[in-house]
């Protein structure tokens, strides 16, 4: 087990809706990256948090946004729920670089 | 063209036998290069790094990185049951940068 933690395990949400996924990041890691996994398909990346600031993000609609809070937890919020959202969303945390990149539980989201 | 192609799988290697693992990357200033496990249900877990050409060793894990070729295999030695899993390779240009996954590799080591 990391110890990078993420809530809620499972969500089942509706179309149209908006969704927050958190996640806490290992003690001492200032960088936060969130990756959205659909069945069968590696992580793709989203974005990614350094020290509160956004510092890179994926092909991802503006929907999907974040925040990295002082003691480096982060959320994931997406607006305006599509079907095509349903998938497991990883958060990891790092400090140093990727190479000691850890991976939390994930949150599976349903979107009907 | 996919900035890193993995074949999806699944690879299926009888229990003792060798797996080897193979993963190509597009953008050739890519200077990490990872590999994951992953358990169906599960997050992924770093298993090998690597940033310079050749050969890196950890266990019954070796991990092989040709830059010039954009090409990084995974070879698992002694395969166990256990190590059925799906294997993600992952590319990054340095630093704080974003990791590029591929789709992943499916192993099954048949007992």
């Known amino acids: 087990e990391t110890g990078v933690t993420q809530s809620p395990t499972h969500l089942i949400k509706t179309r149209g809706q908006q969704v927050t996924l958190r996640c806490s990041s290992q003690s001492g890691h200032n960088t936060v990256s969130w990756y959205q996994q659909a069945l069968g398909q590696g992580p793709q990346f989203i974005f990614q948090y350094y020290r509160e600031e956004e510092n890179g993000r994926g092909n991802f609609p503006p929907r999907f946004s974040g925040l990295q809070f002082p003691n480096y937890s982060s959320e994931l919020n997406v607006n305006a729920l599509e079907l095509d959202d349903s998938a497991l969303y990883l958060c990891a945390s790092y400090s140093g670089g990727p190479e000691t990149q850890y991976f939390g539980p994930g949150t599976r989201l349903l979107v009907l | 063209q996919k900035e890193v192609e993995q074949n999806s799988g699944p690879l299926s290697v009888p229990e003792g036998a060798i797996a080897s693992l193979n993963c190509t990357y597009s953008d050739r200033v890519s200077q990490s290069f990872f590999w994951y496990r992953q358990y169906s249900g599960k997050s992924p877990e770093l298993i090998m790094s690597?940033?310079?050409?050749g050969d890196k060793e950890d266990g019954r894990f070796t991990a092989q990185l040709n830059k010039a070729s954009q090409y990084v295999s995974l070879l698992i030695r002694d395969s166990q049951p256990s190590d059925s899993a799906t294997y993600l390779c992952a590319v990054n240009p340095g630093g704080y940068q974003k990791v590029t996954f591929g789709t992943g590799t499916k192993l099954q080591v048949i007992p």
């Open positions: 690597i940033y310079s050409n």
